[in-house]
């Protein structure tokens, strides 16, 4: 019953920022890791940032200095603020959790989606 609900999506100008929001509920025991992947049409799947347990980051080449990854550990919520949007940086973004619920063995969850798309 865990779920990751995305949110913060929407339409920029190029400069601009956003910032996405992914809420994990359920009977959750712990998280391993959390991440922001995209996707753009016609193109793989490709990670943007993540974190781990230790608080530790790593942000694709593509984004560093303009994104950062966050995580409020307490309400089981995960964020990236994005600034300086590029038009190249229009994906769906999901988040992704490597968790552990309540009585089941560690596993990946991924969210739903949401559409970021920057005009020129």
């Known amino acids: 019953q865990v779920q990751l609900v995305e949110s913060g999506g929407g339409l920029v100008q190029a400069g601009g920022s956003l910032r996405l929001s992914c809420a994990a509920s359920?009977?959750?025991?712990?998280?391993?890791?959390m991440g922001w992947y995209r996707q753009a049409p016609g193109k793989q799947r490709e990670l943007v940032a993540a974190?781990?347990?230790?608080?530790?980051?790593k942000h694709a080449a593509s984004v560093k200095g303009r994104f950062t990854i966050s995580r409020d550990n307490a309400n089981n919520t995960l964020y990236l603020q994005m600034n300086s949007l590029k038009p190249e940086d229009t994906a769906v973004y999901y988040c992704?959790?490597?968790?552990?619920?309540?009585?089941?063995?560690?596993?990946?969850?991924w969210g739903q989606g949401t559409q970021v798309t920057v005009s020129s």
């Open positions: 992704n959790a490597e968790l552990q619920a309540m009585g089941v063995m560690p596993t990946d969850y």
């Open positions: 359920g009977s959750i025991f712990s998280i391993n890791a």
């Open positions: 974190i781990v347990s230790g608080g530790s980051t």
